[in-house]
């Protein structure tokens, strides 16, 4: 007997004005348990050797798979049309190594 196909579910968000700024970022400190994942995002100024955590996001491990899953196809379409992303210690790279770490 077959299955019936399940009807794609479409979702709306609703974005607030303040979420819609956005928060700047170029450090992430991310840890995990075996029930979540946790990814603090903080931002951190030449200098200055103290930085501060601007958002946490709390994740389960299948939603942050999906997450990985989505940013790679998103860099890849984004290194296809702009060239590949280099990150900081990449050869041809100046400046220190401040960026996105993982723990």
Same mark, same amino acid.
């Given at each position: 007997?077959? *299955?019936? @196909?399940?009807? $794609?579910? =479409?979702?709306?968000? !609703? +974005?607030?004005? *303040? ?7 170029? +450090? ?5 348990? &075996?029930?979540?994942?946790?990814? !603090?995002?903080?931002? +951190?100024?030449? /200098?200055?050797? *103290?930085? %501060? @955590? ?6 389960? $491990? ?6 990985? %899953?989505?940013? /790679?196809?998103?860099?890849? =379409?984004?290194? #296809?049309?702009?060239?590949?992303? *280099? +990150?900081? /210690?990449? $050869?041809?790279? !100046? /400046? &220190? #190594? ?6």
């Amino acid at each position: 007997m077959n *299955k019936p @196909v399940p009807t $794609p579910q =479409r979702i709306t968000l !609703d +974005l607030g004005e *303040k979420e819609a700024e956005g928060i700047y970022s170029n +450090l992430t400190l991310i840890s995990n348990s &075996p029930a979540e994942f946790i990814l !603090d995002f903080a931002r +951190l100024v030449p /200098g200055m050797a *103290k930085s %501060k @955590v601007h958002a946490r996001i709390i994740m389960t $491990p299948q939603a942050v798979k999906a997450l990985h %899953k989505s940013l /790679g196809a998103n860099i890849e =379409r984004f290194e #296809g049309l702009h060239g590949e992303i *280099k +990150l900081a /210690g990449q $050869p041809g790279q !100046d /400046g &220190p #190594g401040i960026g996105f770490q993982a723990n």
